[in-house]
Every structure is written in C-alpha cells, then in structure tokens.
C-alpha cells in the first residue's frame, strides 16, 4: 500500500511538471525547444520566486516562456533572449544574479550573517563567568551530623 501510494505520487509530481509548459508554447523546431528550455530554466518565475518558469504554471511564467519562444524564433542567440527578458523583467529574474557588486550581499550576505552568529556566540561565551563548582564548607553542626551519619553506616 506504501509504495504504491508513493508511486501515485511520484506520477502526479511528474505529471504536474509536464503540464507547466503547455503544448501550444513548443516550437516545431527541436533545437530550439532545446534552447528555450534550457533558458527557462535559468530564468525564475516572478510569481512563484523559487521555480525557474519552466516548472511554473502561473500565466506570467507563461508570457515569460513565450517570450524568450519568440525572441529564439526572430533569430536572437541565446544570451540575447535571456538579456531581452532581463531588460524588461530585471535582474531578479535570474535563478543565478551574476556576481558583480549589486549582487554582492546575495552571494555573500548568507555566510557573513553565519560568521557573525558565530563570532558573536564564542565571544559571548568567552565574556560570560565561568561558574565554579566550589561548596561552602560545612558548619560545626553539619559535619557532627555527617560524621554521626559516616559511623552509623560503618557499624
């Protein structure tokens, strides 16, 4: 029963990615269908944000696809379609910013944020007392008890 809920699953996942990009979008053409995926799947989805327009079935995933369709069809190279869907879009529409002082604190923001937490967590943890496990030592009263305690459990 396991697997064969995880197969039906697997199938409707599958089923889901292939519909994203719908039949009447595909080019006669292969090798430019070729093209075109490969540059759908650098490009994000605006709506979804954390699916290239590819795998997204939103409508704007879908002018987006058709654009870069069309631009391939009037004869642009590939880093013209992607610049032209840049251009009017921004550079947020790159699954992958390039790397250029603009985009430094994307690359670079993550592991400077971690570094710092742990910067701030060994000096925290150097700054804070050191607690001491020293006892207070035990009064007249106290140690008579204890050594009354000792002998009559030696006994």
Not at 10 to 18: C, E, G, T
Request: aromatic share 6%.
């Amino acid at each position: 029963m396991k697997r064969w809920l995880m197969t039906l699953s697997l199938l409707v996942a599958m089923a889901a990615h292939s519909f994203a990009v719908e039949p009447a979008e595909r080019l006669a053409d292969p090798a430019l269908e070729t093209r075109a995926v490969a540059i759908g799947t650098t490009l994000r989805c605006l709506v979804c944000q954390n699916e290239s327009i590819e795998d997204s079935n939103a409508s704007l995933a879908h002018d987006i696809r058709v654009l870069v369709r069309e631009r391939l069809t009037a004869g642009d190279s590939d880093l013209q379609a992607r610049g032209a869907v840049v251009a009017r879009y921004g550079e947020f529409v790159l699954l992958q910013p390039p790397l250029k002082p603009a985009t430094y604190i994307l690359w670079f923001g993550p592991a400077a944020l971690l570094l710092l937490g742990l910067a701030g967590t060994v000096f925290w943890l150097r700054r804070r007392p050191v607690a001491t496990a020293t006892a207070a030592p035990l009064s007249p009263q106290e140690q008579s008890r204890l050594d009354t305690l000792l002998h009559e459990a030696d006994s």
